[in-house]
C-alpha cells in the first residue's frame, strides 16, 4: 500500500469490545454488547475475529449489566432484554444447542430464536430496482414486531488497519443478535454505532435534480437549464448520464458502455460547461460503467498502463480489477481525479455486472462504493457517490440508486413502502428515477404523483430513458401538469432549511428522514396497516396517492391513519383529530402531507437553483400544542466550518390562559455561516387572534405587516440582522375552526356529477345540526360511495366545526 492510499482509506474503527463482556468457552465466544445486542462466534480452532470488517466497525460498546451462570453443560446469560441459553457441546451452533428469548410481551410463542431460524422480519430493503414493475422481494431488516432479529456477519471482509480488505477463514460462526423488542429506534442508534453513522449529506444534494439517459450535447444542455430558469423550476444537481464519454468506439474495444474520455463532439469545452453549471447554482455527477477497464483508445490509457506495467505498444487493455489494489490507486489517479480537477463534484456509480470478483466473497459493488465514497473525502470535501444498495452497512455510502423501473403505476406505488422500508436497514438515502425510467403509457397524472412523492422523498431526482418522447420535462405533460409539478419543485427547494436539519439529525442522533410508522407506534396495528404511510423527519407524516384520480371526483384518494392529537393538512390547511383511519382524497393540485399541532417547519422563501442558507425564510407555526424545533445551518459542504443553531419555541395557552407565545432565539454557535442579515416571515396556521400579535425583536416592539388568507395569519417582519432574537405575543387566541361547508361547496362545485344531485347534497349539508345529522341524512340520499367518502372526510375532520 502506498503511503496516500493508506492515509484517504483507513477508517477510523473500534473494533475491540472490553474483555467485561465477553464469555469464552473453549472455540465459542459470546460478547454483550448491549442489553438487547450479543455477538455469536465459533471457530473451530477458537481463532475469534477482533478486527473490523466491512460490516462491523465499532464493538466498544460499554460493558452493559448481566447475569451470567455457568456450570458443566450450559452456559446462561441473561440481561435487561434477552436470555441466551447455550448447552455445552463441540461442532459449533445448532438449533438445539442455542435459543435466545427476547424478554417481553411481543408473542406467545415466537419470541424465542433456535439458532439456524430466519426471524420474519418488517423487511429491509433490496440491491435495485433494475426492470421492476410493481412490488419486488425485499431482504430481511433489523425489525421484528415478535422482539428479534439477527444478522449474520460470517462471510464479511476483514479490514486491516491499511485500509484494504482480506478474506476471513471459512467455516466459523460470526452472527449479531438484536432483541430490541419495538423499541426500533432504539435498535437502529445501536446498529448505527456497531455499523457506522449515516454520513452528512452536503446541502446541494437535497434540492432537485435533473437527470436523464440522453445524448445532450453542451450548448443544448445549457440551453435546456436556462429554460428552467426561465420557468422558475430550480435545480440544484446536473446528472449527466454516460453520453458525456464517447461511446461510438471500434468494436475490438468492446460496447462503448464503459468510457472515462470527455465527447468533445458534443462537450467541446468540458471545463467550461462544468464551470457554467456550477455558476448557475448546480453541481454535476457523471455516469460510470467501469466493468470494461480503461481500452487503449482512451486518453489517460498510456500513463495509466505505464504505471501499472502493462504493454502499451501492443494495446493491452487495462482490465478493471478492483480487488487489486495497485488498479484501484491507478483508477482513481488516472479516471477521476483530472475530472474532478475541472469541476465534477461526484460519480454515479452504474455498476450493473453482478457481484463476483477474483476473490470469493467480495462483492465489486461494495469495493466501488466503499473506495469511492473515501477517495470522493481526501481533501476535506464532504463525500458523496451515487450507487446501488451493496448490503448491511451501505448506509456509509449515500446516495443509493434504486435502478431502472418501470413508468407505471404499479412502480410508484411499491416506491413509498420500499422507501420508508429500508430505513429498517438503516439505509435512509434512496434516490428513485421519479416518473420511471422506461416504458409505460404517457399520463399526466402519473407524472405528478410521482413528483409530488419525489418532493416528500430524500432525494428528487427526476430521470428516463433514452428517445425523444420520454423526457420529463414539466411542460411536455399540458399546462395543468406543468403548474403543479412546478409548483412542487420550488416547494422542493423551500424545504431545503428543514431537509438540511433532518440530515443533520440522522447523522447525530440515527433519525432518519423517512420512518415507517411503527416507529413510533410501535404497538398500535393501524401504525403497520399503512405500508406506504411514514414520518417525513420530525414534523410530517406524508401519505402519497399512488393511484390514478377519480375522474367523476376529480381526486386522488388514499388510507390515511393519523395518530392521536391534532393534524393539519400542509397545503389546505384543514384540521383534523386523530386516533383514526380515514380515506382522504386530493385534487391533483395538491398532496396528503400532515403536520402536528404544535408543528414548526422552517422553509426558504426563495426557490433558486443556489440551496444556500436563506436571507429569507418562512417559518410555518401550527397552532393547539406546545412546540420545538432546532434549525441547524453550515456551510452545506462540511469544510471544517463549525455550525450555527437556531432554537424555535411555541408555547401554546394552558389552564385557560389568554395568551400564547412563539420564540426564534438568537442563533448559537458559528455565525459566519449565516448571511449577515435575515428577514423572517412568520405563518401562523389555525391560530384565531382576537387581537394583533405583539412582535418584539431583541428587547424592542416593532411594527409588522399582517395579513390573513383562510386559516393562515402571515406576519412579515422587517429584515433583522442573523443574530436577532424574536418574540410573538398572542392574546385571545384560540383554535380556528375548519370551514366546512365553504370547504364543502368548493368540492361540489368541482365534482364532475348531475346539478341537481350536486343541490340535494349541499341542501342537506346546510341544514345539518352536527356531524352525525348531516352524515346520517346524506346516508339517507343513497349517493356514491366514493363521493360520500370524500364528504365524509370533510364532515368528520373536526366533528365539533359544526354546532
Known amino acids: 500500500m502506498v503511503k496516500n492510499r493508506t492515509e484517504t482509506f483507513k477508517m477510523e474503527t473500534h473494533p475491540l469490545a472490553p474483555d467485561e463482556s465477553v464469555v469464552t468457552w473453549e472455540n465459542y465466544r459470546f460478547t ?27 464493538r466498544d460498546f460499554d460493558t452493559p449489566e448481566f447475569d451470567l451462570k455457568e456450570t458443566d453443560e450450559y452456559i446462561e446469560i441473561i440481561t435487561s432484554h434477552v436470555h441466551l441459553m447455550f448447552y455445552k457441546t463441540e461442532g459449533g451452533f445448532t438449533r438445539n444447542n442455542l435459543n435466545i ?57 476483514r479490514l486491516t488497519e491499511d485500509g484494504w480488505v482480506e478474506k476471513r477463514p471459512k467455516n466459523v460462526t460470526d452472527m449479531y443478535f438484536l432483541g430490541y423488542g419495538r423499541d426500533y429506534l432504539g435498535a437502529l442508534k445501536d446498529y448505527h454505532y456497531l455499523t457506522g453513522k449515516t454520513p452528512l449529506l452536503p446541502r446541494y444534494a437535497l434540492g432537485n435534480w435533473w437527470s436523464r439517459y440522453y445524448p445532450y450535447s453542451q450548448d443544448g444542455y445549457k440551453r435546456l437549464m436556462l429554460e428552467f430558469q426561465e420557468r422558475q423550476i430550480p ?13 461510438d468506439i471500434p468494436p475490438e474495444y468492446g460496447s462503448g458502455w464503459t468510457g472515462y474520455t470527455w465527447n468533445t463532439e458534443l462537450f467541446p469545452d468540458p471545463e ?96 466501488l462504493n466503499h473506495y469511492h465514497f473515501l477517495d470522493h473525502g481526501r481533501n476535506g470535501n464532504r463525500p458523496l457517490i451515487f450507487s446501488r444498495y451493496a448490503g448491511l452497512g451501505s448506509h456509509r455510502y449515500p446516495i443509493g440508486f434504486s435502478g431502472d423501473t418501470a413508468a407505471t403505476w404499479d412502480s410508484l406505488h411499491f416506491q413509498p413502502y420500499f422507501t420508508a422500508t429500508a430505513s429498517n436497514v438503516g439505509y435512509s438515502w434512496w434516490s428513485h428515477d421519479i416518473g420511471g425510467h422506461m416504458g409505460g403509457i404517457k399520463d399526466n397524472d402519473l407524472f405528478v404523483r410521482w413528483v409530488q412523492f419525489g418532493v416528500f422523498s430524500p432525494i428528487n431526482r427526476l430521470h428516463s430513458q433514452d428517445g425523444e418522447f420520454s423526457g420529463k420535462e414539466p411542460w411536455r405533460y399540458g399546462l395543468k401538469a406543468d403548474r403543479i409539478v412546478t409548483d412542487f419543485m420550488q416547494l422542493r427547494h423551500r424545504l431545503v432549511p428543514y431537509l438540511y436539519t433532518m440530515n443533520v439529525l440522522n447523522h447525530f442522533d440515527d433519525f432518519p428522514l423517512i420512518r415507517p410508522m411503527y416507529y413510533h407506534y410501535p404497538w398500535k396495528d393501524e401504525a403497520y396497516d399503512v405500508p406506504n404511510q411514514y414520518y417525513f423527519g420530525t414534523q410530517m407524516i406524508v401519505a402519497p396517492i399512488t393511484t390514478p384520480t377519480k375522474d367523476d371526483l376529480r381526486l386522488g384518494k388514499v388510507k390515511v391513519w393519523l ?42 422563501q426563495s426557490h433558486q437553483n443556489h440551496t444556500d442558507n436563506p436571507e429569507n425564510m418562512e417559518v410555518r407555526v401550527y397552532a393547539g400544542e406546545d412546540g420545538n424545533f432546532t434549525l441547524y445551518e453550515d456551510d452545506g459542504q462540511g469544510q471544517g466550518s463549525e455550525a450555527a443553531t437556531t432554537k424555535m419555541s411555541l408555547k401554546w395557552k394552558e389552564n385557560g390562559d389568554e395568551w400564547a407565545m412563539f420564540q426564534i432565539s438568537s442563533p448559537e454557535g458559528n455565525l459566519d455561516v449565516l448571511p449577515k442579515n435575515r428577514q423572517f416571515t412568520i405563518s401562523l396556521i389555525g391560530f384565531k387572534c382576537t387581537q394583533m400579535p405583539e412582535v418584539h425583536v431583541n428587547d424592542d416592539k416593532v411594527e409588522v405587516e399582517v395579513t390573513r388568507q ?15 432574537q424574536y418574540t410573538l405575543y398572542f392574546k385571545g387566541v384560540e383554535l380556528k375552526k375548519n370551514d366546512m361547508h365553504g370547504e364543502l361547496f368548493r368540492f361540489l362545485d368541482r365534482a364532475q356529477i348531475e346539478a341537481s344531485e350536486k343541490e340535494n347534497i349541499y341542501s342537506t349539508i346546510v341544514k345539518g345540526k352536527s356531524s352525525g345529522r348531516v352524515i346520517s341524512a346524506l346516508l339517507a340520499l343513497d349517493i356514491d360511495p366514493d363521493l360520500m367518502e370524500a364528504i365524509s372526510e370533510i364532515v368528520w375532520a373536526n366533528p365539533d366545526d359544526v354546532s
Do not use: C
Not at 482490465?319 to 481525479?337: G, Q, W
Not at 382522504?584 to 417547519?601: L, Q, Y
Open 32 to 58: 454483550v454488547l448491549t442489553p438487547a445486542m450479543i455477538r455469536l462466534e465459533h471457530h473451530p480452532e477458537g481463532i475469534f475475529e477482533d478486527e473490523a470488517t466491512q460490516t462491523v466497525l465499532n
Open 563 to 604: 395518530p392521536e392529537g391534532k393534524w393539519y393538512d400542509f397545503f389546505n390547511n384543514r384540521s383534523y383529530e386523530g386516533d383514526r383511519m380515514l380515506d382522504v382524497f386530493r385534487p391533483m393540485s395538491t398532496f396528503p402531507v400532515f403536520v402536528k399541532a404544535g408543528g414548526i417547519v422552517p422553509m426558504d
Open 272 to 367: 467550461e460547461f462544468l464551470t457554467w453549471l456550477k455558476d448557475n447554482g448546480m453541481r454535476t455527477t457523471l455516469n460510470l460503467h467501469p466493468a470494461n477497464g480503461v481500452q487503449p483508445f482512451e486518453e489517460m490509457y498510456e500513463p495509466m498502463a505505464k504505471e501499472l506495467g502493462v504493454n502499451a505498444e501492443e494495446e493491452e487493455p487495462i482490465r478493471f480489477d478492483i480487488a487489486d489494489p495497485e488498479f484501484l490507486d491507478a483508477y482513481f489517479k488516472y479516471l477521476h481525479h483530472p475530472h474532478e480537477e475541472i469541476g465534477v463534484d461526484f460519480w454515479w456509480i452504474d455498476w450493473q455486472q453482478g457481484s463476483v470478483t477474483k476473490v470469493e466473497g467480495l462483492d465489486p459493488l461494495w469495493m
Open 235 to 247: 435545480f440544484s444537481v446536473a446528472v449527466i448520464d454516460m453520453d458525456w464519454h464517447v461511446t
Open 710 to 724: 383562510g386559516k393562515v395569519t402571515k406576519i412579515v417582519i422587517p429584515e433583522q440582522p442573523s443574530d436577532a
Open 101 to 157: 428469548e427476547a424478554i417481553g410481551n411481543y408473542s406467545l410463542y415466537h419470541s424465542t430464536w433456535y439458532f439456524g431460524d430466519k426471524p420474519d422480519t418488517l423487511k429491509g430493503t433490496a440491491r435495485t430496482l433494475d426492470f421492476a414493475d410493481g412490488a419486488i422481494e425485499l431482504e430481511e431488516g433489523l425489525m421484528n414486531k415478535n422482539g428479534f432479529s439477527v444478522f449474520d456477519d460470517s462471510t464479511s471482509m
